[in-house]
């Protein structure tokens, strides 16, 4: 369990001066790669936790060891509970480890901490995009739900949008913003934001609002959005696993057809979305219809050959 890891790792960090990633990884029983991930983690979550290298060096907390919680700063015990939130619903011992940390702060940061929690999710579902780092507007959204603040974004081609954050969620390498306008919630990709202000102006979600509820929602509603044209493929052995992977919530495997080869359905929003989704599979797969995905397929087929015979 992540969670419960990186709070091993803060513990070792605040009980030394500095501590090496094959230092961390042997005390930890984890790979070095492991223990460089969860070091990098705190660190980009706002945590001061720096390499100093060369020799001699390793990974320290800003200021020196510490022994107890209280030597963080507001903002920084923020980050780090936000970035532990994916610890709801985990193992008991997680959870337990969680509440301890919480205990440990001081009375006036205990609030915010708890607010960063109860806004932060990690959905472990995916819809093919690979794993990206956390954008730099993240830190933002989550210091302004901790203090149950409104913001104002601008996104894509909109500006100045006004909305109530109510929580943050990670889901195939991306992290998304749940917010309502004044409409109900909507769900904004983080790395699209092109700018956010905390506005001074108190906005909090309503007392009964459940962010893993309103998170489902808004995952139906976006799926539905995807999948509402389908397609039968047939799969060769090799590229089933692959195939499967990349569609991910949008390819539901039917049968097997023989020789390894599987009947798939894959879904997108559109004919012409699919093709283009579809197309660079054309080595592993044979598309059996509809007839408006044949011909988005054979259209996308002629602009190619247009372009590059």
């Keep these: 369990m992540r969670a419960d890891r990186l709070i091993r790792v803060l513990f070792v960090l605040q009980s030394r001066e500095s501590v090496t990633a094959a230092q961390l990884a042997a005390e930890l029983e984890t790979s070095v790669a492991t223990a460089r991930r969860d070091l990098e983690a705190l660190s980009m979550s706002g945590v001061p936790v720096y390499p100093q290298p060369g020799r001699g060096g390793g990974w320290r907390l800003l200021g020196g060891a510490r022994t107890n919680l209280t030597g963080l700063t507001e903002p920084e015990s923020t980050a780090l509970f936000a970035l532990l939130g994916g610890a709801r619903g985990a193992a008991t011992e997680a959870a337990s480890a969680v509440q301890k940390l919480l205990a440990a702060l001081p009375a006036p940061f205990r609030h915010s901490a708890e607010r960063a929690i109860g806004s932060t999710l990690a959905d472990g579902a995916a819809w093919g995009d690979a794993p990206r780092s956390a954008p730099r507007e993240l830190h933002t959204l989550q210091q302004a739900i901790s203090h ?145 995905v044949h011909s988005a397929l054979a259209e996308l087929g002629r602009k190619l050959v247009e372009r590059y015979e």
Excluded: C, N
Excluded at 171 to 194: F, Q, S
């Design 148 to 292: 149950g603040r409104a913001i104002q974004l601008s996104y894509r081609t909109h500006s100045g949008i006004a909305v109530t954050p109510l929580g943050v969620a990670a889901r195939g390498g991306h992290w998304y913003l749940l917010a309502d306008p004044g409409d109900g919630p909507r769900m904004y990709r983080v790395d699209r934001i092109r700018g956010v202000s905390i506005l001074d102006k108190e906005a909090s979600p309503p007392s009964d609002f459940d962010l893993s509820s309103a998170w489902a929602d808004a995952v139906a509603e976006v799926e539905s959005l995807r999948g509402s044209t389908a397609a039968e493929v047939i799969v060769e052995k090799y590229a089933v696993s692959a195939f499967v992977s990349r569609f991910g919530r949008q390819a539901s495997i039917q049968d097997a057809v023989g020789d390894g080869r599987m009947r798939i359905e894959a879904r997108a929003q559109s004919a012409e979305a699919l093709a283009e989704q579809l197309a660079g599979w054309s080595a592993a797969i044979d598309v059996v219809g509809p007839p408006e």
